[in-house]
């Protein structure tokens, strides 16, 4: 939970609508067409998952069925560099400070981390950044991006709570050997760094993935608890034949009670 250091898939695409609404890339308004045959400016080509096409989608829906090209169309017409800071801000790329031994950074997927694990031993990566291919592969959660399932668990609290990126911890007090007890405090790590539009409407794309026909977790409707949540399938390893990838981490991610959140989770298939 706080060590393994894995591609999110499509769960990151619940920081990227936050962040483009933040901004104002795009609103509720925004609608990219999601369709089948879609090819870069060099000729690479870019598909939704097993090649579907949704067509127009905005942001809840594209949400919903986690298009690939919705997102890819908006950081096409954003900027990463505008991107990078609220993903820090949601702390990705940094330690959560949780009070267990062994956790690791995860890794932010920015122009600069790219070209640095290029010049330095990261062979199959080139030392340029590519505004589409690079900001695609990105924004669904692949391309060099890492996080822990606690980094995940902890931004979709975040997310739930309102805009306050808390330090997870499990221990309550210390008590010494006379018995004195001192309760712990610990400080947020970000607040009031995102809109409560924002947030409100990442929040309804979530729902929406569960209790919209849209969805694409619709089997947890039934689980005796309003849940909300994105889903992620990251692909790793080589490709096969058929041009696919031999393995994949799948992952859902999301909060409860809609209405009034508690809880924050994340379930990780390794592989």
């Known amino acids: 939970p706080i060590a393994a250091q894995v591609p999110p898939g499509s769960t990151f695409k619940s920081l990227v609508a936050t962040g483009a609404l933040d ?158 007890e001192e309760i712990l405090e610990y400080e947020p790590l970000h607040e009031n760094f995102i809109s409560s539009k924002s947030l409100e409407i990442v929040r309804r794309g979530m729902w929406s993935v569960v209790h919209s026909d849209l969805g694409s977790a619709k089997i947890l409707r039934d689980v005796g608890e309003e849940v909300a949540v994105k889903t992620g399938t990251a692909e790793f390893g080589a490709l096969n034949e058929k041009g696919i990838y031999e393995h994949t981490h799948a992952w859902i991610a999301g909060f409860y009670p809609f209405d009034d959140p508690k809880y924050s989770f994340v379930v990780f298939f390794e592989d």
Request: net charge negative; with cysteine; charged share 15%.
């Open 23 to 180: 901004s104002g890339a795009i609103s509720t308004s925004t609608i990219y067409t999601s369709r089948r045959g879609y090819t870069f400016s060099s000729g690479a080509p870019f598909q939704e998952f097993q090649n579907n096409a949704y067509g127009r989608l905005n942001v809840i829906q594209a949400i919903a069925k986690s298009s690939n090209i919705f997102f890819c169309e908006t950081i096409r017409n954003w900027d990463i560099d505008e991107l990078v800071p609220y993903l820090k801000d949601f702390g990705i790329g940094q330690y959560t400070g949780v009070d267990v031994p062994g956790e690791m950074p995860g890794r932010l997927p920015s122009p600069e981390n790219k070209i640095y694990l290029a010049e330095h031993g990261a062979t199959w990566l080139d030392p340029i950044w590519y505004p589409e291919g690079d900001g695609c592969n990105s924004v669904i959660g692949q391309g060099i991006t890492l996080v822990t399932p606690i980094q995940m668990a902890n931004w979709i609290a975040a997310i739930a709570n309102n805009g306050t990126l808390y330090t997870p911890h499990v221990v309550e007090k210390s008590v010494d050997d006379e018995g004195n």
